[in-house]
């Protein structure tokens, strides 16, 4: 399966640190894996993972959406207006996991975890490693020519 180290690959080149283990790995034993946007890390729980026998790709895969969200400005927001996002939700994600998002996440990040679940199913990995890499030199609320993004 080349599809997992084509992620690392493309996190590396992103300039995205990747970690096995972080303190809220510990914390949580059901946490996969996490992006702290303050530092521009993803980790990876390899315990829990293993554990757990969670997929690694779908992980990175949902974590490097994260950081596409991060560094095009969104604070925790979904790319997706709510317009979009909320039928594919409603078609594609279980609501038992919609229901643990609703509860778990704070209203401002629901929209971007619930996007970064799709992204991890649905988009090619591919394109997210197209994405990581095309956005390294993004500054967070910075659009390619330097100037601030537009709000929705």
């Keep these: 399966m080349i599809h997992f180290p084509l992620l ?15 303190a809220f790995c510990q914390d949580n034993r059901h946490s996969m894996g996490g992006f702290d946007p303050a530092v521009g890390s ?31 400005g969104r604070n925790g927001d979904a790319l997706m ?7 594919l939700v409603r078609e594609l994600l279980p609501q038992k996991e ?12 629901i929209n971007g975890e619930l996007e970064a679940r799709l992204a991890s199913r649905y988009i090619p990995s591919e ?11 993004w500054s967070q609320g ?9 709000s929705r």
């Design 142 to 150: 910075q659009d390619h020519h330097g100037g601030p993004l537009l």
């Design 8 to 22: 690392l690959a493309a996190a590396v080149l992103g300039g995205i640190p990747l970690n096995s283990h972080a």
């Design 81 to 87: 207006p709510s317009s979009l996002l909320s039928p």
């Design 127 to 137: 394109l997210i490693a197209v994405a990581v890499v095309a956005t390294r030199n």
């Design 42 to 72: 993803v980790t990876l729980c390899r315990k829990n993972l293993n554990r757990e026998k969670n997929s690694y790709l779908n992980v990175i895969k949902h974590e490097l959406a994260h950081v596409v969200q991060h560094r095009m």
């Design 98 to 109: 919609v229901m643990a998002v609703l509860m778990q996440y704070p209203n401002h990040e």
